[in-house]
């Protein structure tokens, strides 16, 4: 197929900007028109010396503030070009069943990062007990062992750790912290983390809101077992992965179609539909669910078939997987390379500790090497509380072992962002305060710091308050903060405003020559419609005397020519 356009068309660069898993860290990617998502992804990850790539996805948010995976078999420009900057978010997107079971330590330890955010947005559901513990064990991977003349009083209370942080989850935190974990390695204690961590039932869990067929709220998510969807603090329904026989959806509704197996002889056709706030959220679960069914029950990528989501009322929409799938990966023998790097742990933007009172230690590098840096993209602080509910009786995790994990009858950890509490406390006016403190999952997308903030309804990013700091040092990181974001973003706009020209000249050439080259052909048909036939109806056209001149000066001779020398005609 011909393709039109300038040869200026590879000297265009195009800035992405991608936030890492540590929101105070970004990389900017220059790519050109033709290069394909693969390309910004792989480039992050050998940024990061991450070989195990697979695992891995680039997210954005488009200007209806609805998200999307980068398609890395499409051209990048083309999936993001509202986008005005072009951001993008560093998230796992497939995660292991095991995540001890990667290969190296730098791919466990990106999950791990991972799963701490997870973890802080409440997308990582759990008993308080349980976050206790995991909130332990970051401690103790970034801090070290505990130290009483370093670790005064309630050291974890100005460190962000959980959505929902109280003092009795923060003191039994800290007992694990000092008792159960005393002297395990950060490496010990992340792999610790991962451990408990992926024996919870929302593990690899990104919650989407839908609505039952009776208008009930619930939230779904996807996985490498299988659809799983949650109504308040339960876990409602599990679908697993061998009992999906297809997935489409209609306008709105998102279609699961099962066959279920009532007996050993029997087996029976369900079909369960859930209805999604807007079409464009319906065909972004669609295709989720697509992919993780895809790269967690296929042997081989070439054996994926091309999958229309759409019906007859609704466009339908074509997805042909590409890339490995998890068996493939597996399948690989023996180390990916004779050494690994080595991992930089550094303390995150929420796990800070006071500048006069901890001097460095050898588990915790010099303040100098654990200068807060911030992006131009501010993260957001979320509110604190519990609710009264319980763990799911149909939850299948299995229990942690630890004498410090309550039973399921303590309070659980409320996902909710500062905005929703305000929209909850306005709307439940009157109500009973138990109703108030039911349980929800919510969708992550209102409280992910790094996601939700990318655009505003003006197209900047949002202002919010950011993570507890050192009060000595508040005062300067604002500044710091302030002046970098202003750097940034005049460098975006400048880069904005450079692609916006170029578009607009790229876009009037490719509009020029096109109907340049069809308005010749039409010209070159009807001439040769007139000289070369003989029908009546030219006959008083050609012995017009401009088309007498035209076919003795420029048609005949170009025609004589071409059949000497290309043996034409």
Same mark, same amino acid.
């Given at each position: 197929?011909?393709?039109?356009?300038?040869?200026?068309? $590879?000297?265009? @660069?195009?800035?992405?900007?991608?936030?890492?898993?540590?929101?105070?860290?970004?990389?900017?990617?220059?790519?050109?028109?033709?290069?394909?998502?693969?390309?910004?992804?792989?480039?992050?990850?050998?940024?990061?010396?991450?070989?195990?790539?697979?695992?891995?996805?680039?997210?954005?948010?488009?200007?209806?503030?609805?998200?999307?995976?980068?398609?890395?078999?499409?051209?990048?420009? /083309?999936?993001?070009?509202?986008?005005?900057?072009?951001?993008?978010?560093?998230?796992?997107?497939?995660?292991?069943?095991?995540?001890?079971?990667?290969?190296?330590?730098?791919?466990?330890?990106?999950?791990?990062?991972?799963?701490?955010?997870?973890? &802080?947005?409440?997308?990582?559901?759990?008993?308080?007990?349980?976050?206790?513990?995991?909130?332990?064990?970051?401690?103790?991977?970034?801090?070290?062992? *505990?130290?009483?003349?370093?670790? +005064?009083?309630?050291?974890?209370? =100005?460190?962000?750790?959980?959505?929902?942080?109280? +003092?009795?989850?923060?003191?039994?935190?800290?007992?694990?912290?000092? !008792?159960?974990?005393?002297?395990?390695? #950060?490496?010990?204690?992340?792999?610790?983390?991962?451990?408990?961590?992926?024996?919870?039932?929302? *593990?690899?869990?990104?919650?989407?809101?839908?609505?039952?067929?009776?208008?009930?709220?619930?939230?779904?998510?996807?996985?490498?077992?299988?659809?799983?969807?949650?109504?308040?603090?339960?876990?409602?329904?599990?679908?697993?992965?061998?009992? @999906?026989?297809?997935?489409?959806?209609?306008?709105?509704?998102?279609?699961?179609?099962?066959?279920?197996?009532?007996?050993?002889?029997?087996?029976? /056709?369900?079909?369960?539909?859930?209805?999604?706030?807007?079409?464009?959220?319906?065909?972004? $679960?669609?295709?989720?669910?697509?992919?993780?069914?895809?790269?967690?029950?296929?042997?081989?990528?070439?054996?994926?078939? @091309?999958?229309?989501?759409?019906?007859?009322?609704?466009?339908?929409?074509?997805?042909? *997987?590409?890339?490995?799938?998890?068996? =493939?990966?597996?399948?690989?023998?023996?180390?990916?390379?004779?050494?690994?790097?080595?991992?930089?742990?550094?303390?995150?933007?929420?796990?800070?500790?006071?500048?006069?009172?901890?001097?460095?230690?050898?588990? !915790?590098?010099?303040?100098?090497?654990?200068?807060?840096?911030?992006?131009?993209?501010?993260?957001?602080?979320?509110?604190?509380?519990?609710?009264?509910?319980?763990?799911? +009786?149909?939850?299948?995790?299995?229990?942690?072992?630890? #004498?410090?994990? #309550?039973?399921?009858?303590?309070?659980?950890?409320?996902?909710?962002?500062?905005?929703?509490?305000?929209?909850?406390?306005?709307?439940?006016?009157?109500?009973?305060?138990?109703?108030?403190?039911?349980?929800?999952?919510?969708?992550?997308?209102?409280?992910?710091?790094?996601?939700?903030?990318?655009?505003?309804?003006?197209?900047?990013?949002?202002?919010?308050?950011?993570?507890?700091?050192?009060?000595?040092?508040?005062?300067?990181?604002?500044?710091?903060?302030?002046?970098?974001?202003?750097?940034?973003?005049?460098? &975006?706009?400048?880069?904005?405003?450079?692609?916006?020209?170029?578009?607009?000249?790229?876009?009037?050439?490719?509009?020029?020559?096109?109907?340049?080259?069809?308005?010749?052909?039409?010209?070159? !048909?009807?001439?040769?419609? $007139?000289? +070369?036939?003989?029908?009546?109806?030219?006959?008083?056209?050609?012995?017009?005397?401009?088309? $007498?001149?035209?076919?003795?000066?420029?048609?005949?001779?170009?025609?004589?020519?071409?059949?000497?020398?290309?043996?034409?005609?």
């Amino acid at each position: 197929m011909l393709k039109f356009g300038s040869k200026s068309d $590879v000297t265009v @660069v195009h800035r992405a900007t991608i936030r890492l898993l540590d929101d105070a860290e970004i990389i900017h990617c220059d790519f050109q028109p033709q290069h394909k998502g693969r390309y910004i992804l792989e480039y992050v990850c050998k940024q990061l010396n991450i070989l195990e790539t697979d695992y891995f996805g680039l997210r954005y948010v488009d200007h209806c503030r609805q998200r999307h995976w980068l398609d890395l078999a499409k051209t990048a420009i /083309k999936q993001v070009k509202d986008m005005d900057p072009i951001l993008f978010s560093f998230r796992v997107k497939f995660y292991p069943p095991d995540p001890l079971r990667l290969k190296e330590e730098i791919t466990r330890y990106q999950v791990y990062q991972q799963l701490k955010r997870d973890l &802080l947005h409440g997308r990582l559901y759990c008993s308080p007990g349980e976050a206790a513990l995991l909130a332990a064990c970051i401690v103790q991977s970034e801090l070290g062992d *505990y130290d009483p003349k370093l670790h +005064e009083g309630n050291y974890i209370s =100005e460190h962000k750790l959980l959505l929902k942080q109280t +003092e009795a989850i923060e003191e039994k935190a800290m007992k694990l912290h000092q !008792t159960e974990l005393k002297g395990f390695t #950060p490496q010990q204690a992340e792999t610790h983390f991962l451990r408990l961590a992926s024996q919870l039932d929302t *593990y690899a869990v990104d919650p989407h809101p839908v609505k039952d067929q009776k208008g009930a709220q619930l939230y779904l998510g996807i996985n490498h077992c299988g659809i799983l969807t949650f109504q308040g603090s339960r876990k409602t329904h599990h679908f697993r992965w061998p009992e @999906v026989q297809k997935i489409n959806y209609e306008g709105k509704m998102f279609i699961v179609h099962l066959t279920i197996s009532e007996d050993v002889r029997t087996k029976k /056709k369900h079909t369960v539909g859930f209805k999604c706030p807007t079409g464009s959220n319906c065909r972004h $679960v669609w295709r989720c669910a697509i992919e993780q069914m895809l790269f967690f029950t296929l042997p081989r990528a070439s054996d994926a078939p @091309v999958v229309s989501g759409g019906s007859i009322f609704s466009w339908g929409t074509k997805f042909k *997987y590409t890339g490995r799938t998890e068996k =493939e990966v597996l399948e690989e023998t023996g180390p990916l390379r004779k050494e690994e790097p080595p991992i930089q742990r550094c303390q995150t933007t929420c796990l800070r500790r006071k500048a006069s009172s901890v001097p460095a230690t050898p588990s !915790t590098p010099s303040q100098d090497l654990v200068e807060i840096r911030y992006s131009s993209l501010p993260r957001s602080c979320h509110s604190a509380g519990l609710d009264g509910a319980g763990m799911s +009786e149909g939850s299948t995790g299995v229990p942690f072992s630890s #004498p410090y994990c #309550p039973d399921n009858t303590l309070p659980l950890l409320e996902p909710v962002s500062e905005d929703q509490e305000i929209h909850s406390r306005r709307n439940n006016v009157g109500q009973h305060e138990g109703v108030i403190n039911d349980y929800y999952f919510r969708d992550s997308f209102d409280h992910s710091s790094s996601e939700s903030q990318l655009l505003d309804a003006s197209g900047k990013p949002h202002s919010r308050s950011v993570t507890p700091v050192p009060k000595m040092q508040k005062l300067q990181n604002a500044k710091e903060f302030h002046q970098q974001q202003q750097q940034q973003q005049q460098q &975006l706009q400048q880069t904005g405003r450079r692609s916006k020209s170029r578009h607009k000249s790229l876009r009037i050439t490719r509009l020029f020559i096109p109907a340049f080259m069809l308005t010749i052909t039409v010209l070159f !048909t009807v001439i040769v419609l $007139v000289f +070369e036939t003989d029908t009546t109806l030219f006959n008083n056209l050609r012995k017009t005397p401009e088309m $007498v001149a035209l076919k003795n000066q420029y048609y005949v001779p170009i025609k004589e020519f071409l059949r000497t020398k290309l043996g034409l005609f």
